[in-house]
């Protein structure tokens, strides 16, 4: 049986190689997903469904060059795992490079995510925009 720690370590790997589908797969259809922060970038806020993350990791994928991303503790209960990680990303456009710290809460129902939480560094990150390459 998978554990939750396990299940959301898998996402990461499927991210890490970009399997997109792995992920979308690993969730409910109703899932819950808010990304918090004070960008003005189409990946910052709430999305539903599955439909709905397939655009926000379309987002992602065009406004940030993630170059490092490293998952480096995780937290776990029968229902939710919490992670703590890093990352170094060139923003585009104007390519400026950030790093900062992050958290993802992840909430689980009969073993797939139903709800997701990130925050992270977006003054880092709305510095780096500001850069002209």
């Not at 991210?15 to 797969?25: K, N, P």
């Not at 539903?48 to 060059?65: H, P």
């Not at 990680?85 to 992050?102: C, D, I, Q």
Request: hydrophobic letters at 45%.
């Amino acid at each position: 049986m998978n554990t939750p720690t396990a299940l959301i370590q898998s996402l990461y790997a499927a991210f890490g190689r970009g399997d997109v589908e792995a992920l979308l797969a690993a969730c409910t259809d109703d899932v819950d997903w808010h990304m918090l922060g004070s960008l003005d970038l189409p990946y910052i806020g709430k999305f539903q469904g599955k439909a709905a993350l397939l655009r926000w990791f379309g987002w992602v994928a065009e406004f940030d060059d993630i170059q490092v991303f490293e998952p480096r503790e995780f937290f776990a209960g029968d229902d939710h795992v919490t992670v703590l990680g890093w990352e170094r990303t060139r923003a585009k456009p104007g390519g400026g490079l950030f790093e900062t710290p992050w958290v993802h809460l992840f909430t689980l129902r009969d073993g797939q995510v139903a709800r997701f939480v990130g925050l992270y560094d977006t003054a880092a990150a709305e510095a780096a925009r500001r850069v002209k390459a």
